[in-house]
């Protein structure tokens, strides 16, 4: 039946004229019809769709289709017979780009993943913006699978011309090519870097007609035939650095390629493994493949440790765009918009080819590339603007493209990433100049020159290596890039302290608990002149804490606005990431503003688009609590706790083990102990420990002995490692001593050293407040849900527990509420996508309720202890833990513990005296200033726990908790 219909849509689109205004509609109408729609507006999509512009101009796409929960398409038709099909992507894109898909579908739509350029004959398909195949009308019978995307029933599309994986294939087979050479063969790093690099741009340069027909591809074929690499390839890549051309002889119609990637010639002599995997590699579409590859070929030439200790994490397209379009795209498009006369337009041009950016953490060069391909744009837009609106340019001699690569800047610690950019700029440039010279086509009255591509630029000023965070950066318009994520916690593990203590010393202002990546928004902050932009991406905690603070609160409180931000995203990578990212200006903005945050923990989950007035460093729609300040009484109540870290898992005992241990001598109780760990907490049935510490803390190493078989394990497992750890902490301590006298030098190994039969961090107060009661609360650490949960003394918390030394159904109430939840996600950091409590910022500013009277305290406490005790009778007969229970209470809210739940928020409102009009966080934030000013005055306030006129605490701690069978 589909094929029938595929053919009479051939049949029909043949007759048609082809032209663009009149039968564009009628053209995408029956191609919906032929893949089994009723038609365009039956399958709920819209035709000639307006899109509003930040410029404030308002577009229309010819069709855009949104369906739920699938993949959208949108599609650009141009006339019949239009020579240059994919010149008019850039047009495309900007149309995605602007889009708010919730204002054209409706909530929850999302932007489409695919685009279709169509010239009646011709399709060219595009995913997430990298163009993937190529069909005629004329093969569409035999070409159906490339369309799966618009059946009526989603399934995945099968294309052959798919440009990311063309790229990621290449990329992988010269990444196979250096592993081989470097790993096995024992050949110099550098060399083969540099030498596989000259062959990526021959591969290139032969399908882009800049060298002869197959020229290297027939080099290859010789040297697997007997002819030695080393020999014609480097007499090749010579002639290719030479501007003098041989006069006769294989390599006389070699041109000038320059570009400094030749200036050193050292050629590997490759054996037939090398030539054969060379031979693949140089038979595939090279035209096609996207420069952006090098990214990919950049990791694959990185071991693990270096690509995670530089934060190496490589970036699509779409995503880059995210930071492109506020800070260049948009900000031109507005100057050209405003641009009346001829001489304003020519002055553009003339502004635009002085216009300089810059990317400090340019890795592989993929910003450059796009900022790059996104200036020649912009350098068309206003090309056309010009034959379009003026007649009297006869006359006119624009020449050659005004943007050139030398007006990319960028800087990198690896030297192979600064080589692979400046690759990746060159052929930018080869593959730009063909496109160019397309585009100028219609365009003869206005005296362009076609771009020769040769001889490319020598980028070694452009583009070089060096720490850009300790050393000075080159004047740019503007700034965007991706610098690396470590949390400040990796810094100190992974990087060399004294590195760590030479940006502290530079930027003494921004805290040490700020992650490395604030150091490049300060710098890029402080180098940025008068109303020019800046976007990065950052890790997500960079809206959080210390981070925020030395990042863009800095910004903002020093003449910065963001102007468009991504609270939160997932990055593809090795590992899930998540990232902020923001764009802003030095400067005021009075125009729209965007901030999109994406739901959800998977790389194609959807996104929320929100344009408030101004975006906060939070990144947030939430009432901003970043102010929020510090309670002594909080602080000093001994309310709340990291748990105890073991530190080596010398100390750690399997509960089958610990168990016939403690039966065999029931001495070994006074250390052992049950070891409640995040994931037991959630995962397991009855939330229960799987395994047992060993707890020395509160005896000396004379006295530990006497657990004779439980000192021998933390002997012959502990004692060694961190006699070790603290030899090697001294060794590195004495080298950043010896160049730098005044440095801070870490001593926690030597520290553990000196106790070594002790935990790495017993927790001494903590431990002793949980014997001053029967049970305690505590919430994993790091969670996606509000849990809490009661846990019996002899339970010992690991450090993956929040824990609450509380033992009151009341306070149990509180924190279970959803008012406490509110402020907990508001003040916390994150870990990856999930929320990660803070004593610091969390509960130190965390306002408790002052003046509940006796009943509003009885009423949150009995409802508290029915929520616990329904919560537990559900899991009990369901056999649920935590976890599964709370992702069902998600679900399906309509149950008797949601009921409970919000009877207990209600009661929670009602002891704070917060009406149901009330924003939680701003009705919080106030109290929180207010209960600071008293007690800086010296007036009392209520701090965690049941309040101090309770005169039978007692009454209000019922015995329901996480227990272990008696042994």
Not at 195 to 214: I, K, M, R, T, Y
Not at 332 to 352: F, N, S, V, Y
Not at 653 to 669: G, Q, T, V, Y
Not at 924 to 951: C, D, M, R, W
Request: net charge neutral; aromatic share 12%; proline share 5%.
């Amino acid at each position: 039946m589909q094929k029938e219909s595929i053919k009479e849509f051939i049949e029909f689109a043949n007759n048609l004229k082809g032209d663009e205004k009149g039968e564009a509609q009628l053209f995408i109408d029956r191609l919906f019809r032929a893949f089994g729609h009723g038609g365009i507006i039956e399958a709920n999509g819209s035709l000639e769709t307006r899109i509003k512009f930040s410029t404030g101009k308002t577009k229309f796409a010819d069709c855009i289709w949104l369906p739920p929960k699938r993949p959208g398409v949108l599609i650009e038709m141009k006339k019949k017979g239009e020579k240059y099909l994919e010149t008019h992507f850039p047009q495309a894109r900007d149309y995605w780009i602007e889009m708010n898909p919730e204002t054209i579908m409706g909530e929850g739509a999302q932007k489409p993943e695919f685009i279709i350029l169509c010239n009646f004959e011709k399709f060219i398909i595009y995913r997430y913006l990298s163009p993937v195949d190529e069909i005629y009308l004329q093969d569409l019978p035999d070409r159906l699978t490339a369309f799966n995307f618009l059946l009526p029933n989603n399934s995945e599309p099968i294309f052959r011309n798919n440009v990311e994986e063309i790229s990621e294939e290449a990329a992988k087979l010269i990444g196979t090519i250096f592993k081989y050479q470097v790993y096995e063969l024992g050949q110099d790093r550098q060399k083969v870097q540099r030498f596989l690099l000259q062959c990526v741009l021959a591969l290139f340069s032969e399908d882009f007609g800049l060298l002869p027909n197959g020229f290297f591809s027939n080099l290859i074929r010789d040297c697997l035939k007997g002819e030695s690499s080393f020999d014609l390839f480097g007499s090749l890549f010579r002639q290719m650095a030479s501007s003098k051309q041989a006069p006769a002889g294989r390599f006389k119609d070699i041109e000038y390629f320059n570009g400094g990637l030749f200036e050193i010639v050292d050629p590997l002599d490759l054996d037939q493994k090398s030539l054969e995997i060379l031979k693949e590699a140089s038979e595939k579409k090279w035209q096609n493949v996207n420069p952006v590859i090098f990214g990919s070929l950049f990791e694959s030439t990185l071991t693990s440790t270096e690509r995670h200790t530089f934060g190496a994490h490589f970036t699509r397209e779409p995503d880059i765009l995210k930071i492109v379009n506020p800070t260049i795209i948009k900000p031109w498009k507005a100057k050209i918009d405003k641009a009346k006369t001829l001489g304003d337009l020519t002055i553009l041009l003339e502004e635009l080819s002085n216009f300089k950016v810059l990317d400090p953490s340019c890795g592989c060069g993929n910003f450059l590339y796009v900022a790059f391909k996104v200036l020649k744009d912009i350098e068309f837009m206003i090309i056309e603007k010009i034959a379009l609106n003026f007649k009297t340019t006869k006359h006119l001699s624009l020449g050659s493209s005004k943007v050139s690569i030398k007006q990319f800047y960028g800087i990198d610690i690896q030297p192979i990433a600064v080589e692979v950019a400046k690759m990746t700029m060159m052929l930018g440039k080869e593959i730009l100049s063909a496109e160019w010279n397309k585009r100028i086509e219609p365009y003869d009255s206005l005296g362009l020159i076609l771009d020769q591509g040769l001889p490319l630029d020598t980028l070694n000023k452009n583009i070089y290596c060096a720490d850009a965070i300790l050393e000075s950066w080159p004047p740019a318009d503007v700034i965007i890039g991706n610098p690396p994520y470590q949390s400040k916690n990796k810094m100190k593990m992974e990087m060399d302290h004294e590195y760590v203590n030479l940006i502290r010393e530079k930027y003494p202002d921004i805290p040490g608990r700020a992650d490395y990546c604030v150091y490049w928004f300060r710098k890029a902050h402080d180098h940025l002149k008068e109303r020019k932009y800046a976007g990065l991406v950052g890790t997500n905690t960079i809206r959080q804490n210390d981070s925020r603070i030395g990042g863009l609160d800095y910004i903002l409180n020093n003449g910065g606005t963001i102007v468009d931000a991504v609270s939160t995203q997932v990055w593809s990578g090795e590992a899930i990431v998540y990232v902020s990212i923001v764009s802003w200006i030095k400067g005021n903005y009075d125009e729209e503003k965007t901030l999109s945050i994406q739901i959800g923990d998977n790389i194609d989950s959807p996104f929320e688009y929100h344009h408030p007035k101004t975006i906060n460093s939070s990144l947030s729609m939430e009432f901003d609590v970043g102010n929020a300040m510090s309670l002594k009484v909080n602080k000093n109540s001994q309310a709340c706790y990291q748990g105890q870290t073991h530190g080596h898992t010398g100390f750690l005992l399997k509960k089958d083990l610990a168990e016939k241990l403690l039966k065999k001598d029931k001495n070994n109780s006074k250390v052992l102990f049950p070891y409640l760990i995040g994931n037991d907490l959630l995962k397991e049935k009855n939330s229960l420990p799987k395994r047992y510490v060993i707890d020395f803390s509160k005896y000396s190493v004379f006295e530990a002995q006497q657990f004779k078989e439980l000192y021998n394990q933390i002997e012959t497992t502990v004692f060694p490692v961190r006699k070790n750890k603290a030899k090697d902490e001294e060794t590195k301590n004495k080298k950043i001593l010896d160049k730098s006298p005044n440095a801070k030098v870490n001593h926690h190994h030597k520290n553990f050293l000196n106790s070594w039969w002790h935990l790495g961090y017993p927790r001494e107060e903590l431990m002793n407040r949980l014997q001053m009661a029967s049970r305690y609360i505590v919430c994993s650490r790091v969670t996606k849900r509000p849990i809490f949960e009661f846990v019996d003394k002899n339970i010992h918390p690991n450090d993956a527990l929040q824990v609450f030394p509380l033992p009151d159904d009341y306070s149990f109430g509180i924190l279970s509420s959803n008012i406490h939840w509110v402020w907990f996600k508001a003040r916390c950091s994150t870990l990856k996508g999930d929320w990660r409590y803070t004593s610091d910022t969390v509960f130190d500013s965390f306002p408790w309720p002052q003046n509940p009277s006796l009943k509003m305290v009885e009423d949150i406490a009995t409802i508290a202890h029915d929520f616990y005790k329904e919560r537990r009778r559900i899991m009990d007969e369901q056999n649920l833990s935590l976890r599964d229970l709370y992702r069902i209470l998600e679900k399906s809210p309509n149950n008797e513990i949601s009921k409970i739940q919000t009877k207990l928020d209600e009661a929670v409102r009602n002891a704070y005296g917060m009406k149901k009009k009330n924003n939680i966080l701003e009705f919080l934030l106030k109290l929180n200033h207010a209960l600071y000013q008293k007690e800086n005055s010296g007036e009392f306030i209520q701090g965690p726990g049941l309040p101090l006129n309770i005169e039978d605490p007692k009454k209000y701690i019922s015995k329901d908790s996480i227990k272990m069978a008696v042994i």
